[in-house]
């Protein structure tokens, strides 16, 4: 919990803009947005793509493949 709570707060930190440098700001918001609009992409594959892989993988295919044991084998 405490390595959670320390790199939480300098993630949050990264994206604060320093006033010394203005620039920088846009840099900041920059990757921010790429950030959160790359984390949106997971979600979005994770919560509609993979069930349907994975109700498409689940079909029957793999237990039609499989056979059943013989006794004694």
Request: charged share 15%; glycine share 16%.
């Amino acid at each position: 919990w405490l390595v959670l709570l320390i790199y939480g707060a300098l993630f949050v930190l990264v994206f604060i803009p320093d006033p010394a440098h203005r620039a920088d700001g846009r840099a900041q918001l920059g990757a921010l947005a790429a950030l959160v609009g790359a984390a949106l992409a997971v979600a979005g594959y994770v919560q509609w793509v993979v069930p349907r892989l994975r109700a498409g993988a689940g079909g029957g295919a793999g237990r039609a493949a499989r056979r059943p044991r013989r006794p004694g084998g």
